[in-house]
Each structure stands twice: as structure tokens, then as C-alpha cells.
């Protein structure tokens, strides 16, 4: 008689999870340092003509600067709060869904690593650090850092998979 396979599978979709996130939240910390050690605040350095650019820049608000003019001390506890209660809401979503598949963990993890990252900012700096400036001509995407990728690319995996999850669902019930 054999051992299932599941328990196994689930072992390893929790060191997928945890691996993760560490190396999402060593990636973006360390990046971070770097950009910290070699710019002044608001210097800005030219890597591709016309196309990017590396900058320090600081994000007191939510994405896109999003309640960055809010002037109150709140502001800042409230980012604190928001991103400690998403990182419990993550895992207890990955403690469910991993038995769907194993790619939640993956997705999840990269969510969940991107808001620790920049939680570590808030908590140190009060501010999330940014550097990443992608431009066309006089038009910039706001600029980001490791840990906002990371936050996107789980947030469109997690999406695909639930549309590949619905569509897989429908093609048994057929």
C-alpha cells in the first residue's frame, strides 16, 4: 500500500509560499539599499535614452501616490495597518487555495512578499522607496521598486489562474 501524494504536495507548496516571499522581500530590501547608497533623494540617472531612467524617490501615500497629500499623522499608521492586515489576509488565502493548486502559492507569495517589502520601508523610513522610472518622451509611469512588480505580476497570475480554474470547471461540468 502507498502513501498519497497530497501531504507532500502541500509541504511543498508551503516552502514555495514562505521561499517566496523571502526572496521578493531580500530582492526588493537590497535593491533598495543599493539605490539608497548610490542617489541623493530626487537624482534621477539615465540607463535607457529615452526609456528609463533610475531615480530615488519617496511614496508616503498607496499606489500612485494615492493619499500622499493627506497631511496627518494617521496617514502613516493607517498604510501600517492596511498592509499588516493584507499580509494575514494573504496567507489565510493561500491556506485555502493551495489545495486548488499549487500555482496560489506562487501568486500569493509574489502579492504577499511585494507588501511586506514595502511595509519594511513604512515601518523604517515612513515612506516607500521608489526607483524604477519607465518613460515615453515626456510621459512617465510613476515610478516603482522591486516589491510593486511583485505585487503585479502575482495579482495577474492569481487572475489568470482563476479564469483557467473557471474555464477547467466548466469544461467537467460539460
Not at 539599499?33 to 540607463?47: K, Q
Not at 496560489?104 to 507569495?109: E, F, G, I, V
Request: glycine letters at 8%; aromatic letters at 14%; proline letters at 2%.
Amino acid at each position: 500500500m502507498s502513501l498519497p501524494l497530497w501531504p507532500h504536495r502541500f509541504k511543498a507548496a508551503k516552502v514555495v509560499y514562505f521561499a517566496v516571499i523571502l526572496l521578493v522581500v531580500v530582492a526588493d530590501q537590497v535593491t533598495k539599499a543599493l539605490v539608497v547608497g548610490s542617489l541623493h533623494l530626487y537624482e534621477s540617472r539615465e540607463i535607457i535614452a529615452g526609456v528609463f531612467n533610475l531615480v530615488y524617490v519617496t511614496n508616503k501615500g498607496a499606489a500612485f501616490s494615492m493619499l500622499a497629500d493627506v497631511n496627518s499623522p494617521w496617514r502613516h499608521y493607517f498604510f501600517l495597518g492596511i498592509g499588516s492586515v493584507a499580509l494575514v489576509g494573504l496567507t489565510a488565502a493561500y491556506w485555502k487555495l493551495r489545495k486548488i493548486t499549487g500555482l496560489y502559492s506562487w501568486s500569493l507569495a509574489l502579492i504577499a512578499g511585494g507588501a511586506a517589502g514595502n511595509l519594511i520601508d513604512r515601518v523604517r523610513f515612513g515612506a516607500v522607496i521608489d526607483f524604477l522610472d519607465f518613460y515615453v518622451g515626456n510621459y512617465h509611469w510613476p515610478a516603482f521598486n522591486i516589491a510593486d512588480s511583485a505585487i503585479c505580476v502575482g495579482v495577474g497570475l492569481f487572475l489568470l489562474i482563476n479564469i483557467f480554474e473557471t474555464r477547467i470547471k466548466e469544461l467537467r461540468k460539460s
